[in-house]
């Protein structure tokens, strides 16, 4: 299976930018869709977007403008761009993948869909 491992978070105002990085080794990198979660204490776990590596890409609506997620297929990385940050973005942030064909596009920001999962990343946005 493939193996995750998230780096790039910390703290940063409100209205700064982050960028968060998902190395990815194992089977080939090409053969996964791949999501970024976040969970805040006290609060379920969310799917923040996703994306398949054919180029469809699925936000929540919470971070929809403002998220970016992208890879580099070369470096086998999945990243996530987060401009305009939020207070309310403060969560652990996790990375996770999934065999193409588990679920359809629809659910890609399901938490159900995903079998395997980086450590986390902490993000903080705070004045």
């Known amino acids: 299976q493939v193996q995750l491992v998230e780096s790039g978070g910390g703290s940063v105002q409100p209205g700064g930018s982050l960028r968060l990085s998902c190395a990815a080794s194992g089977r080939p990198y090409r053969t996964y869709y791949m999501a970024w979660f976040r969970q805040a204490p006290g609060k379920q776990r969310e799917g923040v977007a996703a994306y398949d590596w054919d180029g469809y890409t699925l936000y929540s609506d919470s971070v929809k403008g403002r998220f970016t997620i992208s890879k580099d297929s070369a470096k086998n990385t999945l990243y996530l761009q987060m401009n305009s940050l939020k207070a309310e973005d403060t969560a652990m942030y996790y990375c996770?993948?999934?065999?193409?064909?588990?679920?359809?596009?629809?659910?890609?920001?399901?938490?159900?869909?995903?079998?395997?999962w980086g450590q986390g990343t902490q993000v903080t946005v705070s004045a």
């Open positions: 996770a993948a999934a065999p193409t064909g588990v679920c359809s596009a629809s659910l890609f920001l399901s938490w159900a869909c995903y079998s395997t």
